[in-house]
């Protein structure tokens, strides 16, 4: 799949994925988890692991100034660095400072990468290739096409949708309101992670962003429209499974119909983060919150801490104790 030329990435697609590995929406603790974006992959990429060490001591110098210092402060970035150009020959790949390094046209901080060395220095190795190849994916499917049977729709946090749209105004029309702080974005779906639609996917495709959102939709119907919801012990249910798209699976609403029957028409979720949507009742408010905001605080890819409910009509925010009632607001 490896690009034949050089890549010049958007600087949204590689923000995106800066997001993706490192940032939770406004509102988080801002705690560190060592739970990395994507189980540790090569994915065929070939990281140099392989060469001696005074092979990658001499490469890490590199061009880098505070690389030839050996600043002790400077070696985690210097270390990703040498092993990134070896991964993507064809990349920009620069340290620029403590814990920073910059590929083609944007800084990535390697802070959360630091928490994970510092745990396990065991693993570094392992977890920065993992890092490494799917910035290299990333780089790759910028460059792919897309299908239209690789849309997908994800649920994300308004200050993931403020900064996308500061990062790539063009953007700001490809993404519409759901309910309350929660908003709808398409993504193209690869085997390993996703990238964002753009306005030139769109042209490419001869769509317009609504017939977009259809489609992206009915792919999630028929990819993935089970929902596999499962009891937990404090009597509350999860819906949790692995291919990403397990809060989006709201989007499939008639689909909740039964499961909100089975709960005698009072259906309360909690879609915390993009792996894992919490099930209960008006009953079960309490745990349901804190359930929620653990998940949300503590589990990558965090989406809200509010509540919905279950409407024949659409999903709407369910308001608790010291709601305002509003931002509620009903399927958009």
Same mark, same amino acid.
């Given at each position: 799949?490896?690009?034949?030329?050089?890549?010049?990435?958007?600087?949204?697609?590689?923000?995106?994925?800066?997001?993706?590995?490192?940032?939770?929406?406004?509102?988080?603790?801002?705690?560190?988890?060592?739970?990395?974006?994507?189980?540790?992959?090569?994915?065929?990429?070939?990281?140099?692991?392989?060469?001696?060490?005074?092979?990658?001591?001499?490469?890490?110098?590199?061009?880098?100034?505070?690389?030839?210092?050996?600043?002790?402060?400077?070696?985690?970035?210097?270390?990703?660095?040498?092993?990134?150009?070896?991964?993507?020959?064809?990349?920009?790949?620069?340290?620029?400072?403590?814990?920073?390094?910059?590929?083609?046209?944007?800084?990535?901080?390697?802070?959360?990468?630091?928490?994970?060395?510092?745990?396990?220095?065991?693993?570094?190795?392992?977890?920065?290739?993992?890092?490494?190849?799917?910035?290299?994916?990333?780089?790759?499917?910028?460059?792919?096409?897309?299908?239209?049977?690789?849309?997908?729709? *994800? $649920?994300?946090? &308004? #200050? %993931?949708?403020?900064?996308? !749209?500061?990062?790539? +105004? =063009?953007?700001?029309?490809?993404?519409?309101?759901?309910?309350?702080?929660?908003? *709808? $974005?398409?993504? &193209? #779906? %690869?085997?390993?992670?996703? !990238?964002?639609?753009? +306005? =030139?996917?769109?042209?490419?495709?001869?769509?317009?962003?609504?017939?977009?959102?259809?489609?992206?939709?009915?792919?999630?119907?028929?990819?993935?429209?089970?929902?596999?919801? =499962?009891?937990?012990?404090?009597?509350?249910?999860?819906?949790?499974?692995?291919?990403?798209?397990?809060?989006?699976?709201?989007?499939?609403?008639?689909?909740?119909?039964?499961?909100?029957?089975?709960?005698?028409?009072?259906?309360?979720?909690?879609?915390?983060?993009?792996?894992?949507?919490?099930?209960?009742?008006?009953?079960?408010?309490?745990?349901?919150?804190?359930?929620?905001?653990?998940?949300?605080?503590?589990?990558?890819?965090?989406?809200?801490?509010?509540?919905?409910?279950?409407?024949?009509?659409?999903?709407?925010?369910?308001?608790?104790?010291?709601?305002?009632?509003?931002?509620?607001?009903?399927?958009?």
């Amino acid at each position: 799949m490896g690009p034949a030329t050089t890549v010049r990435m958007r600087p949204f697609a590689l923000a995106s994925l800066a997001l993706v590995l490192a940032c939770e929406p406004t509102g988080t603790t801002g705690e560190e988890s060592e739970t990395l974006p994507y189980e540790p992959f090569n994915g065929g990429v070939q990281t140099g692991a392989e060469v001696e060490t005074g092979a990658e001591d001499e490469e890490r110098t590199g061009d880098d100034t505070a690389c030839a210092t050996n600043a002790e402060e400077e070696r985690l970035a210097c270390h990703f660095a040498a092993r990134a150009r070896r991964a993507m020959a064809d990349a920009d790949i620069s340290v620029v400072g403590v814990d920073l390094v910059r590929v083609d046209e944007r800084e990535f901080a390697m802070d959360a990468l630091r928490v994970i060395c510092e745990r396990d220095p065991d693993s570094c190795d392992q977890r920065m290739d993992a890092w490494i190849a799917a910035l290299a994916e990333a780089r790759e499917a910028e460059n792919t096409p897309a299908t239209p049977e690789q849309l997908r729709p *994800v $649920l994300k946090h &308004v #200050d %993931f949708v403020a900064i996308v !749209r500061r990062d790539a +105004p =063009e953007l700001a029309d490809l993404s519409r309101r759901l309910v309350g702080d929660v908003h *709808v $974005l398409l993504v &193209v #779906d %690869f085997p390993r992670l996703t !990238r964002a639609l753009e +306005p =030139e996917d769109l042209e490419a495709l001869g769509m317009t962003i609504e017939e977009a959102h259809e489609r992206a939709i009915a792919n999630l119907r028929e990819h993935h429209g089970d929902l596999p919801v =499962e009891p937990m012990p404090n009597g509350l249910k999860a819906m949790g499974p692995t291919d990403g798209y397990a809060a989006a699976r709201l989007l499939l609403h008639e689909q909740w119909a039964s499961i909100a029957e089975a709960n005698g028409g009072d259906l309360i979720v909690a879609p915390c983060n993009r792996d894992l949507v919490i099930l209960g009742s008006s009953e079960q408010v309490e745990p349901l919150l804190e359930a929620s905001i653990r998940a949300y605080r503590y589990v990558d890819h965090p989406i809200t801490k509010a509540l919905w409910r279950w409407t024949p009509e659409g999903w709407v925010t369910f308001e608790t104790e010291g709601d305002d009632g509003s931002d509620q607001s009903t399927k958009g």
